[in-house]
C-alpha cells in the first residue's frame, strides 16, 4: 500500500482543478496581454481566478490580490517591498521558527545592515506576545509572521499579533502558506497588511501563487517589465496555474469544514495510537492550536532519517520537517528554538494528512510504524551501550569524527 502522509510538503491536484486547467494549454492558449481572441477572454478568466481567491482570503477587493510564481516569492516580494517603500526603516521583526523564505531572506537582509528582532518560542511553540509588543518601534519598517507552522502545525494567534502590530503603526506580513485552504482566513476582518500563499498546499499546480496587498499600502513592483498585475509584477502570467488556484481556492472555502473535521478524525487517531504502541514519544506542540492534518512526532533517540527510508520501503511517505530543509544534517530549527531535548531532537517526523486520506491508511500507519521505531531504538540503544564501553580515548576520537 502506498500512504502519502507528506502534504505539507506539497497536496495533491484535484481533478476538477485539473480539469479546469486543461484548457488553457490546448484551446485558450492566447497570451491574456493580445489583443485578439485567443487572449482577450483568457484576462477575463485570470480576474475571476482572481476573485475566487480574493474570496478564499477574505479580501475586501479582488485587485489585491497579486499572482505569484510561489510561497517563497510572495515572502521575498512582501518583506523587501515594505523596505523599499519605507527606506527610513531599517528594523524587521519576525520569529526563529519562520519557513526558510523568510529566515534566508532576513539573514541575508542581517548582512546588508538591517536590524533582524528573532521572536522566541516556548517548547509548545508558542508566541510570547509582549515580546512581540516590545520590540516593535518607530524604526520597525514590518513585522513577518508565520499563520501556521509547516513542521509542527503551531497556529499563531493572528488576530491578537494584527492587534498589536496595529497599535504600533506597524505593518503586518502573515506567511499564510499552510494556513490557506486549511484554516479560515478573514484578511479584512484582521486588518492583515499583506499575506502570502501558494497554490500547490491546497491542492493546486506548483508554480503559483499570490500575495495579498491591502489597498491604501504603499507597495513598489517587484518584477519590472510589462503592465500584467497592474505593473506590480510584471511577465506574462501561468495563466493555467492561475486558473487551477482560482478553482482550488473555491473549493477549500466550500469545504473548509467537512475537511478539518476528516482529517483531524484521522490525525488524532494516529497521534493516539502512536503515543500508546511507541513508549519513547512526544509529540511537537500538541499544548497549541495546531492545523487539524498536522502531527509532528518524536522518537526518542531515533535518527529522523533512518525512519522515513524505513517508512518509505513500506509504502509510507512522511518527512521530518521542512521539504525546503531535507538533505541538510541540521536539526529543525523549529525544534531547536522549542528547545526540544537533545534525545529527541533527531527522531522528529512528521505527518501530515489531507482530504485523500483514508481511515485504512492511518490503520497500515499505525501497524507499520510501531516495529520499525522499536527496530531502530534497539540499534541506537546497542550503538549507545558500545560507545559507553569503549575506552575514553577512543570515544574521544568518535566523537570528533562525527
Ligand atoms: N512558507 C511556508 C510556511 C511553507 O511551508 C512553504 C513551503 O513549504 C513556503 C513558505 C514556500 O512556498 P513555496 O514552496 O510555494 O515556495
Redesign the pocket.
Known sequence: MDVYFDN??TTRVLPEVAEAMAPFYTEFYGNPSSIHRFGSGVGHRIDQARAQVAALLGAADPVEVIFTS????G?NAAIRGMLEARPHKRHIVTTKVE?S??VGLCQHLEKKGYRVTWLSVDPDGGLDLAELSAALSDDTALASV?WAN?ETGVIFPIDQIGAITRAKGVPLHV?A??AAGRISIDVSALGIDLL?I?G??FHAPKGV?ALYVRRGITFPPFLIGGHQERNRRAGTENVAGIIGMGMAAEIALNRISEDNAHVMKLRDRLEGILLTSCPESRVNGRKQPRLPNTLNISFRYLEGESMLVLLDQQGICASTG???TAGSAEPSHVLRAMDVPADWLQGAVRFSLSRFNTETEVAYVNEKVPAIVQRLQGLSALGRLGSQRRPPDEQRTAGARR
Open positions: 505539507n510538503a510561489s510561497g517563497t516569492e515572502d519557513h523564505a523568510v508565520m509547516n506567511d502558506v499552510q502570502t501558494s500547490h498546499k501563487g521542512s521539504a525546503c
